[in-house]
T-cell receptor
Framework: EPEVTQTPSHQVTQMGQEVILRCVPI?????FYWYRQILGQKVEFLVS????????KSEIFDDQFSVERPDGSNFTLKIRSTKLEDSAMYFC????????????FGPGTRLTVL | AQSVTQLGSHVSVSEGALVLLRCNYS??????LFWYVQYPNQGLQLLLK??????LVKGINGFEAEFKKSETSFHLTKPSAHMSDAAEYFC????????????FGQGTTLQVKP
């Protein structure tokens, strides 16, 4: 069964460093998302991406964040200068049919900012 | 704006007992509603979804949920809990926008006692 994959599973970085979180969505999906979950809190929407551009972003997704689909398979989230409060689990999701919006999630990347 | 409230951050049941996880939503338009399950150290797995067809929705692993518009609820049930059902459960609503982002509740941790 096709699945969304994410790498790395755990990333530790120093405050102020850049990190890139990688995702490989399901191959025939067209809509891509990033969510995050701070420990003990709910899953929050960050950004959605379709047709090689951002379709919506939350207020969390400020200028420090960017997304890219550099090739036909990868979908990346970059944080330019990490802050302590960026520590969270980051989930990638993809969807093939927007009307019913069944999003399939990856296993997540746990980002720890020291 | 849409929102989801899950009543009870922790629910504990005995093996074989009824599972009831509560979810109430707020939406100005007919919503799409979802339940996801998260097992330890794993991603979010779709249990079931409501997309304005039948109000009683059956999902995987014996779970089902009923959409009640008058009560703005979408509670998740399972007649007989199994030890393997211990996990965190998230209710989510889609705003049907052209981005299809999901808005999640706080989550409910289900504990199953032998």
């Amino acid at each position: 069964e096709p699945e969304v994959t994410q790498t790395p599973s755990h990333q530790v970085t120093q405050m102020g460093q850049e990190v890139i979180l990688r995702c490989v969505p399901i191959s025939n999906h067209l809509y891509f998302y990033w969510y995050r979950q701070i420990l003990g809190q709910k899953v929050e929407f960050l950004v959605s991406f379709y047709n090689n551009e951002i379709s919506e972003k939350s207020e969390i997704f400020d200028d420090q964040f960017s997304v890219e689909r550099p090739d036909g398979s990868n979908f990346t989230l970059k944080i330019r200068s990490t802050k302590l409060e960026d520590s969270a689990m980051y989930f990638c999701a993809s969807s093939d049919l927007l009307v019913f919006n069944t999003q399939y999630f990856g296993p997540g990347t746990r980002l720890t900012v020291l | 704006a849409q929102s989801v409230t899950q009543l009870g951050s922790h629910v504990s049941v005995s093996e074989g007992a009824l599972v009831l996880l509560r979810c109430n939503y707020s939406s100005s338009v007919p919503p799409y509603l979802f339940w996801y399950v998260q097992y330890p150290n794993q991603g979010l797995q779709l249990l079931l979804k409501y997309t304005s067809a039948a109000t009683l929705v059956k999902g995987i692993n014996g779970f089902e949920a009923e959409f009640k518009k008058s009560e703005t609820s979408f509670h998740l049930t399972k007649p007989s809990a199994h030890m393997s059902d211990a996990a965190e459960y998230f209710c989510a609503v889609s705003d049907r926008s052209n981005t299809g982002k999901l808005i999640f509740g706080q989550g409910t941790t289900l504990q199953v006692k032998p």
